[in-house]
C-alpha cells in the first residue's frame, strides 16, 4: 500500500514514526497516532470499519475510565474506610477488570509506535506511555494478587485517556496551522467536474486533466487547471498566486488560473495544460519539499528530543530507586511514574516545525513560495538585500526614446525585432516586443532561439540569422557596426539594445527604464527594517546611477556580467554580513544561488525559480518587507517555542523527582504543554498575519467541491 509522503491530516512530513491506514480504499500516511485519530474522526465514513473501530475505542475507553475513577473516587474519599475486606478486594478486582480492556484499548496505539520505535533503533515518546501505564498497572495487579497495598488502575487510566487526548488537541492544532497549504499539497489529487463528449459530468482528479478537455466550475469552488473561459461570467480571486486580493473580472476568451477561486458565476473553462503541469501543482511540489526541509534550530531540537527520552528513563529509574530506599514500593511507583508521564519531547519536537509551517503557509496564501524552514531562518538574519535593476526595480513603463537604423525597411526590420523579442522574457525584450508589435500585428515565431545571459538573444527569423543585444554581444558576434550607428548620441541614463543580421548591425534603439511603482517605498521600508540595500545591474553606469537615486539606493554597480554580479555580490557580504539577491532574469540564476537567500519574482525565468530560495508572485515585489517580517516573527516563535519547552522540561521533571507531583496531574501537565506551544504558534500567526500586511486578507476559503452535484 503506498501512501503520499506527507500527512493526510496535518500535512506535515510524516518521518520516520509515521503511520499508514487505508480509509475509503485509499492509502493515507500519519506523522502520529494523534493525527491518524483525528482524520478518522473528521474524514472517514462512519459505516467504515476503521473508522467505526477509532470511536468505539475512544468511547469504549472513556467509559470504562470513568467508572474506575468512580471506584478510586470512592476510596480517596474514605467511603470504603471500615468497610468489609472482601468488599475491599472486589471493588479492587472490579477496577482490575476495567483497566485490563482499557490498557488494551487506549495503549494499543501507543505500544505499536514505541515497538515501531524501537525496531528502528530508537526510543520514542510512546516508550515513555507505555513504560508508565504498564508499571502502574502491573504494580497495581501484584497488590491485588498479594493481597493488599496501594492500587493504581485509575492511574494507568488516566494516563492513557489524557494522552490520548492530548495527542487529538496536538493534532487538531497542527492541522489549523496548515490549513491553507491543504488545497496547494492536494493540487493534482482535487477533483474537478470534466464534461464529456456526451454532455455528461464526471469527477476526475486534477491531475489527470489533458489539453483540451473542458471542466464546469461552480460559484466558490477552486479552478484546478490553467484554461480559457468557454462560457459564462464570474470573478475569480488570485491570491495564491499573485498575492492580489481584489477579483478579476473573467468572461468567454479570457484566461484562468489553476488555485485561483471562482466567484458568483458558473464557468465553462477549456484546459490548456495538462492538470499535473499548472503552476499551481508546481507549487505544491515545492511547498511540499519545504516542509520537509528542517531549519538548524529544527534540527537541534530533534537531537535534543532523541537524548531526551533516554534520560528521562534514566532519571524515572533513579528517582525510583531513591524514593523506593527512602518510603517503600508505593512512593517509588508514583515518584517514578511521574517522571515518564511528565517528560514532554513532544513539545521539543513540535517547537520549531509547527512555527515554521505556520510561516511557510502565511507566505503561501499570499502566493509567496518559500523553499524550507532554513529560508526564513537565513531571512531573518539578513543584513542586506542586492536587486537586479532591470525587470526588478525598473522597467514598469519602458518607452522608445530613439530609434536610429542604417537605412534597412524599417517593416522587416519591426518584424525581426519583435519575433526575437517574443522569444526572450528578459524585460528589455519585452519593451522590444511592446514597440515593434505595435506596428506588427503577427510577428512571425524565431527558430533556433538561443539566450546568452547577460548579452542577448539570437535566432533565425524568416530564415535569417538575427541576433537582439547589447553592443558588446554585437561585437562579440564580430557584426559590423555602421558608422552611422556607432556614432549616434544615445541618451546616457537609457538602455540601449541593438538588432542586427547577415553581420551586420541594423538599428539601435534606446528605452527610458523607469522605476516600477511602488519601488521606492519598498526601499524605504527594508531600509526602516535594517536592511541595507544595494543595485547590481549590467547596464551602463549613467542608468544605473539614474535608477539608485530614483529609488534611494546607496551602492551601486554597473556594467557586470554574471560572473562579475557574484564577485560583487560575495564582496559585498565579507563587509556586511549575510545578504540575500533579487532578480527576475535569466543571467541572474547563478547570483541568487551564490547568495544567502535567492529571491526571484513571479515572472522571472525558469533558471532564476529554480535557483531562488523565496518566489515572490508577479509583481508582487511589495510582499518582500513583509516576508522578511515574517521570517523574523517565525524566528522569535521558535526561539519562544523551544524556551517554553526546555524550561516546562527542566521544572517539570525536576518537581516530579522531588516526589511533588502525582502521575495523574503529571499527566495532564505534558499533555497541556504540547497542547500550549501549538496555541503560542496559533497566536503567533494571527499576530504575523496583521502586522504590516500590503492589503487585505482573503474573504473567505473556496466552497468544497459539492461531489453529490456531479451527474
Known amino acids: 500500500m503506498n501512501a503520499p509522503a506527507a500527512c493526510s491530516h496535518c500535512h506535515l512530513p510524516v518521518g520516520r514514526q509515521g503511520l499508514t491506514r487505508e480509509v475509503g480504499g485509499e492509502a493515507h500516511a500519519f506523522c502520529c497516532y494523534g493525527c491518524c485519530l483525528a482524520h478518522q474522526l473528521h474524514h472517514g465514513e462512519r459505516e467504515e470499519p476503521e ?42 478486582w472490579l477496577g482490575a477488570l476495567l483497566a485490563t480492556p482499557l490498557l488494551l484499548i487506549l495503549g494499543q ?47 494507568a487510566a488516566m494516563v492513557l485517556m489524557l494522552f490520548t487526548l492530548g495527542r487529538y488537541l496536538e493534532a487538531q492544532g497542527r492541522v489549523r496551522a496548515a490549513r491553507s497549504l491543504a488545497p496547494m499539497l492536494a493540487a493534482g ?3 474537478v467536474r470534466v464534461l464529456g463528449a456526451d454532455g455528461i459530468e464526471r469527477l476526475h482528479p486534477a491531475g489527470e486533466v489533458r489539453i483540451g478537455e473542458l471542466l464546469r466550475v461552480l460559484p466558490g469552488e477552486r479552478i484546478g487547471v490553467d484554461g480559457v473561459v468557454v462560457e459564462g461570467r464570474s470573478a475569480c480571486e488570485e491570491s495564491v498566486l499573485t498575492g492580489q486580493f481584489l477579483p478579476c473580472a473573467k468572461g468567454p476568451g479570457a484566461p484562468v488560473r489553476a488555485g485561483s477561486v471562482n466567484g458568483h458565476g458558473l464557468l465553462v473553462v477549456r484546459a490548456t495544460a495538462d492538470g499535473a503541469a499548472t503552476q ?99 531571512l531573518a538574519r539578513l543584513r542586506g538585500i542586492a536587486f537586479d535593476k532591470t525587470g526588478t526595480l525598473t522597467g514598469g513603463a519602458a518607452r522608445v526614446q530613439l530609434l536610429r537604423t542604417d537605412g534597412s525597411p524599417l517593416r522587416p526590420l519591426l518584424r525581426r525585432a519583435a519575433a526575437l523579442g517574443a522569444a526572450s522574457d528578459h524585460p528589455l525584450a519585452r519593451a522590444v516586443l511592446a514597440c515593434a508589435g505595435a506596428r506588427v500585428r503577427r510577428p512571425p515565431a524565431a527558430a533556433a532561439v538561443r539566450a546568452h545571459p547577460g548579452a542577448g538573444v539570437s535566432g533565425v527569423v524568416d530564415g535569417v540569422r538575427c541576433a537582439l543585444g547589447s553592443r558588446a554581444f554585437m561585437a562579440r ?24 543580421w547577415h553581420g551586420r548591425v541594423r538599428a539601435v534603439a534606446a528605452f527610458a527604464d523607469e522605476p516600477l511603482a511602488g519601488a521606492a517605498q519598498v526601499v524605504d521600508a527594508l531600509r526602516r527594517q535594517g536592511i541595507a540595500c544595494r543595485l547590481l545591474s549590467g547596464d551602463g553606469e549613467a542608468a544605473v546611477a539614474r535608477a539608485a537615486r530614483a529609488l534611494g539606493v546607496e ?73 522578511l517580517a515574517l521570517a523574523r516573527a517565525v524566528r522569535r516563535s521558535v526561539r519562544a517555542n523551544l524556551a517554553w519547552a526546555f524550561g516546562y522540561n527542566a521544572v517539570a521533571l525536576a518537581l ?5 507531583l502525582q502521575p495523574v496531574l503529571a499527566a495532564a501537565l505534558m499533555a497541556g504543554s ?38
Open 674 to 711: 504540547s497542547v500550549l506551544v501549538v496555541a503560542r504558534s496559533l497566536r503567533a500567526q494571527r499576530r504575523v498575519a496583521v502586522d504590516g500586511v500590503p492589503g487585505p486578507r482573503p474573504a473567505q476559503a473556496p466552497v468544497p467541491l459539492r461531489a453529490e452535484a456531479a451527474r
Open 51 to 92: 473508522a467505526a473501530a477509532f470511536l468505539v475505542r475512544l468511547g469504549v475507553g472513556a467509559f470504562l475510565a470513568m467508572f474506575i475513577m468512580l471506584f478510586s473516587l470512592l476510596d480517596y474519599s474514605g467511603g470504603l474506610d471500615g468497610a468489609e475486606p472482601a468488599l475491599v478486594r472486589l471493588i479492587g
Open 109 to 155: 496505539p501507543f505500544a505499536a509506535g514505541a515497538w515501531a520505535a524501537l525496531r528502528d533503533r530508537r526510543l520514542g515518546a510512546d516508550a515513555l506511555v507505555v513504560i508508565g501505564a504498564a508499571a502502574a498497572y502491573g504494580y497495581s495487579l501484584w497488590q491485588l494478587l498479594g493481597g493488599g497495598g496501594a492500587l493504581y488502575f485509575d492511574t
Open 555 to 627: 551602492g551601486w554597480q554597473a556594467a557586470l556580467l554574471p560572473a562579475g554580479k557574484v564577485a560583487a555580490l560575495r564582496a559585498w557580504r565579507a563587509r556586511t554580513g549575510p545578504v540575500a539577491m533579487v532578480g527576475d532574469g535569466l543571467n541572474d540564476g547563478p547570483v541568487l544561488a551564490a547568495a544567502d537567500v535567492g529571491v526571484a519574482v513571479g515572472g522571472a525565468a525558469d533558471l532564476a525559480r529554480e535557483s531562488a530560495d523565496l518566489v515572490l508572485p508577479r509583481d508582487g515585489l511589495a510582499w518582500l518587507p513583509w516576508t
Open 189 to 191: 489529487r482535487a477533483p
Open 280 to 378: 499551481w501543482a508546481r507549487s505544491g511540489r515545492l511547498v511540499r519539499e519545504a516542509l520537509a526541509q528542517k531549519s538548524v534550530l529544527g534540527e537541534a531540537a530533534d537531537r535534543a528530543a532523541a537524548l531526551f527520552i533516554p534520560l528521562v528513563l534514566l532519571l524515572a529509574a533513579a528517582t525510583a530507586w531513591y524514593w523506593g530506599a527512602r518510603a517503600g514500593a508505593d512512593a517509588a511507583l508514583l515518584a517514578g511514574l511521574a517522571v515518564l508521564v511528565v517528560a514532554c519531547p513532544c513539545a521539543l519536537g513540535l517547537a520549531a516545525p509547527l512555527a515554521t509551517v505556520l510561516g511557510i503557509a502565511e507566505a503561501a496564501q499570499r502566493g509567496i513560495l518559500v523553499r524550507g524552514g532554513a529560508v526564513l531562518e537565513r
Open 656 to 660: 516530579a523527582a522531588a516526589g511533588l
Open 477 to 500: 558576434l564580430g557584426w559590423e557596426l555602421p558608422a552611422a550607428l556607432a556614432g549616434a548620441p544615445l541618451p546616457r541614463d537609457g538602455a540601449v539594445v541593438y538588432l542586427g
